[in-house]
């Protein structure tokens, strides 16, 4: 039960009775960095390394890629980054666009633009790599919980590491349900004497573990969805499933601090770094949520959970800790334009495929969701939309951002919706209609280009990048377009077949690219063009 200990000499948040005994936690020591040092999994981040400033390095990319992310996708990604960034100087020479197309794929983008400017602070205040939980938590970027991993692993501070897998062993050990449905949670976790002894609580523990300066995060923990639970913060209710707020906000926060007080009692003085992992790497393979191996587990002696399954036939091991609230996912459609343009208005079937040709591809702001990514120009959509009014929203989005009217400014040469898909986010289902718009800019506009940039018949063939440049800087009106892209901090950049295919481009926008190629392929498989005959196409008319 959360509380002060009566008649303690320090005060805690866990009642005298659920904190872990002298002998269970030495021999639960002993227990787990056997079975570690005979069942670790042999990962790249874990090679031995004699410059501890790097093995540092290694453990920040290993634990912030591993976030969200399971272990086989991270290991390529971990390999490619090392070759390209070896150490932490090498990292704060690059670009955030480098960082970004290396990271592609792998979700969650802030991750890495955090990774990026943590290691730019560091260098710019002396390249000496933090060494402390304290010091590290004020590297932009490093939580909580990587500080913890870097400080123990690295550098053998004995702190606790409380992640997921973590928080699922000890809720277990120590049969912690924490569902915020159930009655007896709420009476052991949320029912305080008062605020001020969670307060004091915390700063003591915090004095004692080194977790944090700050009160921890209440995104999620022990498995709840604390965001919807707090959804009616700020509104005229004040209460929560029937509880005060104020007393969910210091329940949650009680809940924490109790697991990480139980966390910090198991840390071994001596290896701090190998316990931490091995906890960790029990929580991955063996306590897994739905199907944990009991018999192979190296402390399932001291397992609350387990004893009561085997007293009780009602209770699973999987009832600890209890599921959380699932987040409603929000819906969002999307209608997205592969803009491709091309130097000759009247071209054989098989040109379009095989053709110079550029790709425009429009940047993200640098905050929200894919934060600074290319992807191809898009608008989002109320809902479901048809193709018309999907067009006309695409053909303002091109009018509006590039003074480009698809009517006046360039001849389509093919227009065609070439699928839809789903692409789900953490908390978005996001649906996208994708065509593909091919155009030739008119001769309007490239006779006012600079004469720098005049395209002539010898070279037919240059990149028509120069084109669409010169194109989007020159023509009438250009200049206020121009301005207000600045305004808008809209960037843009044209790219050729190959560039797409060797930048680092998110899955959703690589997909929407490979729908285009395959309905090109499918296309002049079925429609191929007679030999040595310029053929006019027929088009959708906007």
């Not at 395209?455 to 206020?480: N, P, R, Y």
Request: glycine fraction near 6%; include cysteine.
């Amino acid at each position: 039960m959360v509380g002060r200990v009566r008649g303690a000499a320090k005060e805690s948040l866990v009642d005298m009775e659920d904190l872990f005994t002298k002998t269970q936690i030495e021999e639960m020591r002993v227990s787990l960095l056997g079975w570690y040092g005979l069942n670790r999994r042999d990962l790249p981040w874990r090679l031995a390394e004699d410059d501890i400033e790097k093995r540092a390095y290694r453990v920040w990319v290993s634990e912030v890629m591993l976030q969200q992310t399971r272990v086989q996708t991270v290991i390529d990604y971990f390999n490619r980054w090392i070759l390209k960034w070896p150490t932490l100087h090498h990292l704060s020479q690059a670009s955030i666009e480098e960082v970004n197309e290396m990271w592609a794929g792998l979700g969650y983008y802030r991750r890495a633009r955090f990774l990026l400017e943590g290691a730019k602070m560091i260098v710019e205040e002396g390249g000496v790599f933090p060494k402390t939980v304290t010091s590290l938590r004020k590297v932009r970027g490093i939580g909580e919980y990587t500080a913890g991993a870097i400080a123990s692993i690295a550098f053998k501070e004995v702190v606790p590491v409380v992640d997921g897998n973590v928080v699922r062993v000890i809720a277990r050990l120590k049969a912690i349900s924490a569902n915020p449905k159930d009655s007896l949670t709420v009476k052991r976790f949320w029912e305080v004497d008062s605020k001020a002894i969670i307060f004091d609580s915390v700063v003591e523990i915090s004095k004692e573990v080194n977790f944090l300066n700050e009160l921890p995060s209440l995104m999620k923990f022990c498995e709840l969805h604390v965001v919807e639970m707090f959804a009616s913060c700020g509104q005229e209710t004040k209460t929560v499933f029937g509880i005060d707020i104020d007393s969910i906000w210091f329940g949650v926060l009680a809940v924490k601090c109790c697991l990480l007080e139980l966390a910090a009692q198991l840390v071994d003085p001596f290896e701090p770094g190998d316990f931490n992992q091995g906890l960790m790497e029990l929580g991955a393979t063996v306590c897994t949520p739905t199907n944990p191996s009991c018999s192979s587990c190296p402390v399932s002696d001291h397992c609350r959970a387990l004893s009561n399954s085997r007293s009780d036939s009602s209770l699973l091991v999987t009832d600890y800790p209890m599921k959380g609230i699932k987040i409603k996912q929000r819906h969002d459609f999307s209608a997205v334009c592969v803009l491709e343009i091309v130097q000759d208005e009247d071209m054989l079937d098989s040109d379009i495929h095989l053709s110079d040709s550029e790709f425009i591809l429009v940047k993200r702001p640098d905050e929200g969701l894919l934060a600074g990514l290319w992807e191809f120009p898009s608008v989002l959509l109320e809902g479901e939309a048809n193709l018309v009014t999907r067009r006309k929203m695409i053909n303002q989005y091109l009018r509006n951002n590039f003074g480009l009217d698809i009517r006046k400014s360039c001849k389509v040469v093919l227009r065609e919706h070439v699928g839809e898909f789903v692409h789900i986010f953490s908390h978005i289902r996001l649906k996208i209609y994708a065509e593909l718009l091919v155009v030739h800019l008119k001769g309007l506009y490239i006779c006012s280009l600079p004469s720098h940039f005049q395209i002539s018949q010898e070279k037919a063939t240059i990149a028509a990048v120069h084109m669409v440049e010169a194109w989007l800087s020159s023509f009438s009106g250009m200049k206020d377009v121009l301005r207000k892209q600045e305004r808008e901090a809209l960037h843009w950049k044209s790219v050729d077949k190959n560039g797409i295919t060797n930048m680092g481009l998110t899955s959703s926008v690589r997909k929407v690219y490979t729908m285009v190629q395959k309905f090109k392929k499918q296309k002049f498989a079925t429609n191929p063009a007679p030999s040595g005959k310029r053929i006019k196409r027929s088009i959708q008319r906007n």
